[in-house]
């Protein structure tokens, strides 16, 4: 796995359900493989400020993921789980992740330096 990446998880406020009081990270240096978007893609959808998706690989297995995780990787690029983890041919081997990254000053961006 070339990738690296730490797992931020959302707390709530006590009392709500939708209001998010602070991101805590819940794992660091997991393993992965980010399939990556065409670098014209890229440049295209970060002009338009459209959401470009990616599939990540892990061999995590262990790890509980949950929807609206963010992940970060070395770069400072975040990735926001938008579906329950896939458990490919339910081989217990690597998950497969589904996940939006944002384009600079997206709302749903996290502001990383706040949480380090």
């Given at each position: ?44 959808y ?8 990616h ?7 262990t790890?509980a ?24 041919l339910e ?26």
């Amino acid at each position: 796995m070339r990738h690296r990446v730490a797992v931020w998880r959302q707390n709530l406020v006590q009392g709500t359900a939708q209001r998010i009081d602070r991101y805590t990270q819940a794992y660091a240096g997991v393993p992965c493989f980010i399939q990556p978007a065409s670098s014209a893609l890229q440049l295209y959808y970060s002009q338009r400020g459209t959401v470009v998706t990616h599939t990540i690989y892990t061999t995590a297995v262990t790890r509980a993921f949950e929807r609206e995780d963010v992940l970060v990787d070395a770069k400072g690029n975040q990735y926001h789980l938008t579906a329950d983890p896939l458990n490919a041919l339910e081989s217990d081997v690597y998950l497969q992740l589904v996940a939006e990254q944002y384009p600079e000053g997206a709302k749903k961006r996290l502001d990383v330096e706040s949480f380090q």
